[in-house]
């Protein structure tokens, strides 16, 4: 595993609509894991691969609940119900935090390293992080959404 440069916010990488993976391979396998090990490294509870340079359609996310480490290859959130306002920050801009509204409960479908389609049902943190990384597979910021923002630490 290796810890992976995270892209700051301005790289024209972080603003690509990235693309599905059509094959899952020991490539994207090892870039799975690579992305963990700098979510870990770095304080983080998701990362999206356009945050580390690749613009294609993979996240992962562990919330430290109670499903740990989850990888979403080609996500799609299907389904999106209630709404809460709570702080956002990233990884790709640091010491910047934004008040963000997000669905309190979603579905999302994916797959998994295996290439075997998955369904999540998640609210709270987890739904926020989907909602979030799933929002860099577009090209979108928190920043871009946010109904305030403020610098130093999470309020």
């Given at each position: 595993m290796?810890m992976?440069?995270?892209?700051?916010?301005?790289?024209p990488?972080?603003?690509?609509v990235?693309q599905p993976?059509?094959?899952?391979d020991?490539?994207i396998?090892?870039?799975?894991?690579?992305m963990?090990?700098?979510?870990?490294?770095s304080d983080?509870?998701?990362i999206?691969?356009?945050?580390?340079g690749r613009p294609?359609?993979?996240?992962v996310?562990?919330?430290?609940?109670?499903h740990?480490l989850?990888?979403?290859i080609?996500?799609v959130?299907?389904?999106?119900?209630?709404a809460?306002t709570?702080?956002?920050?990233?990884?790709?801009?640091?010491d910047?935090?934004?008040e963000v509204e997000?669905a309190?409960k979603?579905?999302v479908?994916f797959?998994?390293r295996?290439?075997r389609?998955?369904h999540?049902t998640?609210?709270?943190?987890?739904?926020?992080c989907?909602?979030?990384e799933?929002?860099?597979?577009e090209?979108?910021?928190f920043?871009?959404?946010a109904k305030?923002l403020?610098k130093?630490v999470q309020?």
């Amino acid at each position: 595993m290796a810890m992976l440069e995270i892209k700051k916010a301005g790289d024209p990488v972080l603003k690509e609509v990235c693309q599905p993976i059509d094959h899952i391979d020991k490539k994207i396998r090892t870039l799975l894991d690579d992305m963990a090990e700098t979510m870990y490294k770095s304080d983080g509870v998701g990362i999206a691969a356009p945050q580390v340079g690749r613009p294609i359609r993979a996240i992962v996310i562990d919330c430290q609940e109670e499903h740990g480490l989850i990888e979403l290859i080609n996500p799609v959130i299907t389904f999106r119900e209630g709404a809460v306002t709570d702080t956002e920050g990233c990884l790709s801009v640091p010491d910047i935090y934004g008040e963000v509204e997000r669905a309190e409960k979603i579905k999302v479908e994916f797959l998994n390293r295996r290439g075997r389609k998955q369904h999540l049902t998640a609210k709270g943190l987890l739904a926020r992080c989907v909602q979030h990384e799933c929002d860099h597979l577009e090209g979108r910021l928190f920043i871009d959404i946010a109904k305030s923002l403020h610098k130093g630490v999470q309020q």
